[in-house]
């Protein structure tokens, strides 16, 4: 487990207007060659910001996955925008994270994960 900010309730609580973002492990090759079948990643960023407010991982090198999170929660105006637009090495578990972040939508959208 690897687990960095907020969580999606602490969000709500605190006022932010926020995007939820998931990937499953098994969503990228790495994760499928492994057989990562539980694997999970979570995101959650502020909407109007793009600030990243929490991430956390069930899997595999969940702490290793979540440390670059951390980076970007310590640089400048902590953005997950270098995720979306950034190139990843491939297969990589870090897949995951980028997708979730490719994944972000509104709680009550579509594609959020519901199982």
Known sequence: VGSVGLTEEECKRR????????SEYMDCAKGYAMGEEDG?????????SHRILGAHIVGAHAA???QQVVYLMNAGDQSY???FRGQ???PALSEAVVRAFGALADPDHARYYDG
């Not at 006022?15 to 998931?22: E, K, N, P, Q």
């Not at 999970?40 to 502020?46: A, E, R, T, Y």
């Open 40 to 48: 999970l990643v979570k995101v959650i960023v502020d909407k109007g």
């Open 81 to 83: 925008l270098p995720f």
């Open 64 to 66: 290793l996955l979540v």
């Open 15 to 22: 006022g932010h207007t926020i995007l939820v973002g998931y």
């Open 88 to 90: 990843c090495i491939h």
